[in-house]
């Protein structure tokens, strides 16, 4: 056995595992010397930081006590199920983060069952315990049923539990005798994960993440699993379509703190980064070049939603982004599918559109912010669910959503579900706060975060994870108020604003450039309002009492990018350009809106 550690870390999203690897690196003496003292390294990405989530999976190693604990960061959300999967197969035990009030949540079980299911052995990590009304005890115990409900092994029942506060940078055994330190997580890790054994043979290593540097291109980043790589030997990489192609490692490194550093070589049980393999994908083996063994592929979810994404040609197109043509969405979409597992692209019939298929509204708006901040002005159209027919039968995707929230909001919450075709499953009382489980279609949770967040003051902790394809449940209805569609181009007034207040809720402000067609408020009845926002006060001579009264504006509702995406209609895009988010009708001009509305209304 060797003195390395490979540790994967589970939680659900904000119960705390960023600050808590954080606090393990200063443990090791590995904070970086032009660091902030208490800024995340982690979540170095700024989309990140600013929605307080891991998005991507890292690797950062750590020394303690002569021991190298390679830690792997995977996130928390099931829409990134891809990155999950393959972050596991390079662990030999993983740390359960758990908060100690609000208990294991549905993404901890979601990713808790892959390590489950590979045979990792878990450590529990009780965190928060400095919260009040937290209850670690009662957690341990729901942590443990879980692990039975997942069908776990004796040997994983049997489970130490760490509690602590790493925000507070103490860990313990006991949580009622706080500590100085975090050591009780780094002696349980050394104590209860296995080493890895060194398994002797010819090298084979599968590619499990992507790394890039500009200098040297594509790295390679995976755990070697059986033999010994070492530096500028021969290898043969074996593909997804069964070739095998020779190649030579031009660089070998390990992962030491938060960088790579170089390496002559590395045995079975470590995890390494290769430079200089060309024209490989994630699931590829790195074999021996005389006797190639392919290993087993990484079986990786479906994606259960889509979206049209096309190129910007309404009359604002270029003001903004650097890159507007399809050359260059396309080759940023397939640049994203070399390192993204779980997303697909699909050609249409247009020229300038694409399919894209992910695991869910999020995983597809964090690409489309990644766009945008790099330049790019695209359109994207509704989100859309991915159908199926089984036996001859159209099924839709389903979700497990769980809802925990006040006790005065919980009717609100089940009235708003089942009108979303929802079940409840469960429903049970947390100290002063009401927990509900439902099962409901993927399209039900379309634009559901934002009601649920309105109708309980933003009291309401709200997750969900994909269950499994059932049978077509029937008609949703989602947004039944219509649109206020601009007549013409030019700039808003907060004169004809003003006038138009008592129609519906604006989206935009006074003296915001608009154009026609333009998505600009949402009307309160049910049918769309073409209306002139670009009006402006008829100076004269004239004057007459009470005509010259100050324009009131409501503040407008501002849309963020996952809002405008599940706001929008069926025949409606959002337009995203680098300083933009604006939503328009896919058919600008009004005539032949009424046009097309009349054709399809005869044929109904």
């Known amino acids: 056995m060797q003195k390395i550690r490979n540790v994967a870390i589970i939680a659900h999203v904000d119960h705390g595992k960023t600050t808590l690897v954080d606090k393990m690196l200063e443990a090791g003496n590995l904070f970086r010397e032009n660091q902030e003292m208490g800024s995340q390294i982690l979540d170095s990405n700024d989309l990140e930081r600013e929605r307080g989530i891991t998005i991507l999976s890292k690797n950062v190693s750590i020394n303690y006590n002569g021991y190298k604990i390679n830690i792997i960061d995977t996130p928390g959300h099931s829409d990134f199920g891809g990155e999950v999967e393959r972050v596991l197969n390079m662990a030999d035990g993983c740390l359960l983060l758990v908060d100690a009030f609000e208990g294991p949540m549905p993404q901890t079980r979601f990713v808790l069952q892959k390590a489950i299911e590979i045979g990792l052995k878990p450590i529990v990590v009780i965190n928060k315990v400095d919260k009040p009304n937290c209850r670690p005890d009662e957690v341990q115990e729901s942590v443990f049923e879980l692990m039975c409900n997942l069908d776990a092994t004796e040997d994983q029942l049997d489970f130490p539990t760490v509690f602590g506060s790493a925000k507070q940078g103490w860990m313990s055994l006991d949580w009622n005798e706080p500590t100085d330190n975090i050591n009780a997580v780094l002696d349980s890790i050394i104590e209860h994960i296995p080493g890895p054994e060194i398994v002797e043979g010819e090298p084979q290593m599968l590619i499990t993440s992507l790394d890039y540097n500009s200098y040297v291109g594509r790295i390679a980043v995976g755990r070697v699993l059986r033999g010994e790589l070492t530096d500028g030997m021969e290898v043969a990489l074996c593909q997804?379509?069964?070739?095998?192609?020779?190649?030579?490692?031009?660089?070998?490194?390990?992962?030491?703190?938060?960088?790579?550093?170089?390496?002559?070589?590395?045995?079975?049980?470590?995890?390494?980064?290769?430079?200089?393999?060309?024209?490989?994908?994630?699931?590829?083996?790195?074999?021996?070049?005389?006797?190639?063994?392919?290993?087993?592929?990484?079986?990786?979810?479906?994606?259960?939603?889509?979206?049209?994404?096309?190129?910007?040609?309404?009359?604002f197109f270029g003001k903004d982004g650097k890159f507007v043509t399809s050359r260059h969405i396309n080759e940023r979409l397939q640049h994203e599918l070399q390192k993204n597992l779980a997303l697909r692209v699909e050609k249409t019939e247009r020229e300038e559109a694409w399919n894209v298929f992910g695991r869910g509204v999020l995983h597809l708006s964090v690409l489309i912010e990644e766009m945008r901040r790099e330049g790019y002005e695209l359109q994207v159209g509704q989100p859309q669910v991915i159908i199926k027919t089984i036996d001859g039968v159209k099924c839709e995707p389903i979700e497990s959503l769980t809802i925990n929230v006040p006790e005065e909001y919980s009717s609100k919450m089940i009235d708003m579900v089942t009108r979303r075709k929802g079940e409840m499953t469960m429903m049970e009382t947390q100290n002063d706060r009401i927990h509900l489980e439902f099962k409901i279609p993927s399209r039900g949770i379309i634009g559901l975060r934002t009601n649920v967040l309105t109708a309980s003051a933003g009291e309401?902790?709200?997750?969900?994870?994909?269950?499994?394809?059932?049978?077509?449940?029937?008609?949703?209805?989602?947004?039944?108020?219509?649109?206020?569609?601009?007549?013409?181009?030019?700039?808003?007034?907060?004169?004809?604003?003003?006038?138009?207040?008592?129609?519906?809720?604006?989206?935009?402000?006074?003296?915001?450039?608009?154009?026609?067609?333009?998505?600009?408020?949402?009307?309160?009845?049910?049918?769309?309002?073409?209306?002139?926002?670009?009006?402006?006060?008829?100076?004269?001579?004239?004057?007459?009492?009470?005509?010259?009264?100050?324009?009131?504006?409501?503040?407008?509702?501002?849309?963020?990018?996952?809002?405008?995406?599940?706001?929008?209609?069926?025949?409606?895009?959002?337009?995203?350009?680098?300083?933009?988010?604006?939503?328009?009708?896919?058919?600008?001009?009004?005539?032949?809106?009424?046009?097309?509305?009349?054709?399809?209304?005869?044929?109904?």
Not at 520 to 548: F, P
């Open 240 to 315: 997804r379509d069964g070739k095998v192609v020779k190649q030579k490692i031009k660089e070998l490194r390990t992962f030491e703190g938060m960088g790579q550093v170089h390496t002559d070589s590395v045995k079975s049980g470590d995890i390494c980064a290769i430079v200089g393999l060309d024209g490989f994908e994630i699931g590829d083996t790195v074999s021996d070049p005389l006797n190639p063994e392919p290993l087993p592929r990484i079986a990786i979810d479906e994606p259960t939603m889509s979206m049209l994404f096309t190129i910007n040609d309404s009359p």
């Open 460 to 604: 309401a902790i709200m997750a969900h994870r994909f269950l499994d394809y059932e049978p077509w449940k029937g008609e949703i209805v989602r947004r039944t108020n219509g649109s206020i569609i601009a007549m013409e181009s030019g700039t808003a007034y907060a004169y004809a604003i003003d006038k138009l207040q008592d129609r519906g809720k604006f989206f935009i402000f006074p003296q915001e450039d608009v154009y026609a067609g333009q998505v600009v408020g949402e009307h309160s009845k049910d049918k769309d309002l073409v209306v002139n926002v670009t009006k402006s006060k008829k100076l004269s001579n004239v004057r007459a009492s009470g005509s010259d009264e100050k324009a009131k504006i409501i503040p407008p509702v501002v849309f963020s990018l996952e809002e405008a995406l599940e706001y929008i209609k069926a025949d409606e895009y959002v337009e995203i350009t680098p300083n933009h988010l604006r939503m328009r009708k896919i058919v600008l001009d009004e005539l032949e809106r009424k046009r097309i509305a009349k054709a399809s209304g005869a044929e109904d």
